[in-house]
């Protein structure tokens, strides 16, 4: 973890980390707001909204992760009510991941929890233990978390035009094929996620892809959206060469599930409900 990181886990999550008599630990939106570097409250609890509505849509219970407090605080001579939040660290994560990674402490936020979250990977010896299914569930979670940050990175760098950035890691992987090149050959509907239709051997390679770009993109000095689309067609044809070196089945080869990972999804949630 850079020193930058290190400095923000001690901001964020010791200083102003709060403790209840029961040992659970939660923080204050408002206290959280100064931290991430907004001014106004209206701006930051739009933030909290979207939060709120990711957490549900995640089919997590809101009030749990989002409990209102209400505060009386002195204005002048008189005395107002205002409205702040205990957040679990859950909510905490999802604020930064909705906030605008314009200011530098949401930047830093999305990068740190990115990485608290590879910290969690399962060992080699864990997921082999899994399902088909449970790996395709893990290595699709790795795609989404890692898309957020490759994305925030080539924005760093430069990229606008991010169907383009997107489709120059896919077409060296997949031999030229875009996105709607993928989708079409595995039969999807429109706007149905290629990868969540992919089995977990080739979300991995997909995986791989994306943290060697932004590894890469890292490195890249200057803003050049040329230069960050190049590097990410690069790595996707260096992966793809490899694979092929090391006498694996090409990704457009191999087959697509019968089942997609939001009906995985879906079906793991009946099954909690049941």
Not at 78 to 107: G, T
Not at 117 to 126: A, H, P
Not at 159 to 181: I, P
Request: net charge positive; glycine share 6%; aromatic share 10%.
């Amino acid at each position: 973890m850079t020193k930058e990181l290190e400095k923000y886990e001690k901001m964020t999550f010791e200083e102003i980390k709060h403790v209840d008599d029961n040992g659970n630990e939660y923080w204050y939106a408002r206290e959280l707001q100064q931290i991430l570097g907004y001014k106004e409250w209206r701006y930051f609890s739009a933030v909290i909204e979207k939060a709120q509505v990711a957490c549900s849509q995640s089919n997590n219970n809101i009030n749990a992760n989002f409990g209102v407090n209400t505060k009386i605080v002195k204005t002048g001579v008189s005395s107002k009510a205002i409205i702040d939040y205990k957040l679990s660290r859950y909510a905490c994560y999802l604020i930064v991941q909705n906030a605008n990674p314009r200011y530098k402490n949401v930047a830093l936020g999305q990068t740190y929890f990115a990485v608290q979250t590879r910290k969690m990977e399962l060992t080699e010896e864990e997921y082999e233990k899994l399902s088909e299914d449970e790996k395709r569930l893990y290595r699709r979670k790795q795609t989404k978390d890692g898309n957020k940050v490759l994305y925030r990175i080539a924005k760093e760098k430069g990229v606008k035009n991010f169907d383009k950035f997107t489709n120059a890691g896919y077409k060296g992987l997949y031999n030229g094929e875009t996105a709607n090149d993928i989708a079409k050959r595995k039969g999807l509907r429109y706007r149905e996620d290629i990868l969540d239709n992919m089995g977990s051997v080739e979300l991995g390679a997909n995986v791989f892809r994306i943290t060697q770009t932004e590894a890469l993109l890292e490195k890249q000095e200057k803003p050049n959206e040329n230069m960050a689309t190049d590097t990410h067609y690069k790595v996707g044809k260096a992966i793809r060469e490899t694979i092929k070196k090391l006498g694996g089945t090409m990704p457009e080869d191999l087959p697509t599930p019968k089942k997609s990972i939001k009906e995985l999804e879906k079906e793991r949630q009946n099954r909690l409900e049941a």
